[in-house]
């Protein structure tokens, strides 16, 4: 009867016992591990570490910790990498930071692509130390020139020449002023002059004769120069110029960058010329003979141009003519004096930078 009562509590037990040995679960947030504080306790942003539990982490409004005390002393990282409020209300500038300066207003900026700043070694701007110069900026320009040459002058060996042509090329230096509407101009370059002769009448010009040999002692002997009856066939003329002069534009500044549309300019300069000069005879006795008497020439000219220009980007694009005044000095054909004045109307074409 005992039996009988026993074994349903038995099997009650055991058939209890299962489902709740099947509904245990181990803890799924474990213990913290060891030397946990080599990790920094910061909390992600939007969640508040005082707001926080094991299982349940509760969002919050709380910001990270800012840096420590150690680094917010005024450093020169600092310095560099924090924004400075040059004026209340208005938005830090790249410019003001590097320099300590206030950015100038908009009409001093020449034109600098949007989103860029002018840099603190510009010459005609606010920068690290000033103005450099109190005056505007420098610029480049290389050109290209060509056009006819007009030989004139007294002397019966000039009046032998035609009209030629010249070509020529060179760089300038143009120290503008603040406004950029004038500058001083420094002019280096080359130029050839070709003149054909007129072949119509002749000269008596001294020819130089060949050495010849003293026939005893084998050695070289000079021959004088003979007075020779020649005909003149050409001149050509290759020099090293260089000049000194003054721009003025008349509709508005002709710096690059500040250039908006088309421009006039206007100017003249002043130099001289160094170079070598070679004339060609041919003597009448012997109309397929051949003569040429070289020599240095020296020279000077006096320029007035004028030039239209169209701003290209970075560069501008010049195009005009220039009226040249040019004397040379040759003695390229004595006894006759061999003086050279020319104008030459040259068409010129170049780049600004």
């Known amino acids: 009867m005992t039996t009988k009562r026993f ?43 005082g707001m926080q539990t094991n299982q349940y982490p509760m969002p919050g409004t709380v910001l990270p910790p800012g840096r420590p005390a150690a680094a917010m002393s005024s450093t020169g990282l600092d310095r560099v990498v924090t924004p400075i409020q ?10 003001t ?66 009209v030629g042509w010249m070509v020529g090329g060179g760089g300038r230096t143009l120290f503008f002023n603040q406004d950029h509407t004038a500058a001083w101009t420094a002019d280096l370059g080359v130029s050839y002059q070709y003149n054909r002769g007129n072949q119509v009448s002749a000269l008596n010009l001294d020819v130089r004769q060949p050495n010849t040999s003293d026939p005893t002692t084998g050695a070289t002997v000079k021959q004088p120069d003979v007075l020779t009856n020649v005909i003149v066939r050409d001149i050509d003329r290759t020099n090293f110029n260089y000049a000194f002069g003054r721009d003025w534009w008349l509709w508005g500044p002709g710096a690059t960058g500040a250039e908006k549309s088309w421009n ?14 070679h004339v060609d005879l041919v003597p009448t006795a012997n109309p397929f003979g051949y003569f040429r008497r070289q020599n240095t020439t020296l020279g000077m000219f006096l320029e007035l141009h004028s030039d239209f220009e169209v701003p290209l ?31 030459n109307v040259l068409l010129r074409a170049g780049l600004r930078f």
């Open 264 to 277: 006039l300019r206007v100017g003249y300069e002043i130099g001289g010329r160094w170079g070598t000069a």
């Open 97 to 162: 930071t590097l320099t300590g300066q206030p950015l100038p207003p908009p009409q001093q900026i020449m034109s600098v692509p949007k989103g860029s700043y002018p840099g603190p070694t510009d010459s005609d701007l606010l920068g690290c130390c000033g103005p450099m110069g109190h005056d505007g900026r420098i610029g480049q320009e290389f050109y290209l020139d060509t056009g006819p040459t007009i030989p004139f002058g007294n002397g019966q060996f000039v009046h032998r020449l035609e």
């Open 7 to 49: 074994l349903p509590g038995v099997l009650l037990l055991v058939l209890t016992a299962g489902p709740a040995t099947a509904q245990y679960m181990p803890n799924p947030y474990p213990a913290p591990r060891p030397y946990s504080d080599l990790i920094p306790s910061v909390a992600p942003y939007g969640q508040d570490p």
């Open 86 to 95: 040059h004026v209340a209300g208005e938005d830090s500038s790249p410019f």
């Open 313 to 343: 980007g970075s560069m501008i694009f010049f195009t005009g003519v220039q009226v040249q005044y040019g004397y040379d000095w040759t003695n390229l054909a004595p006894p006759v004096p061999g003086d050279i004045q020319s104008i």
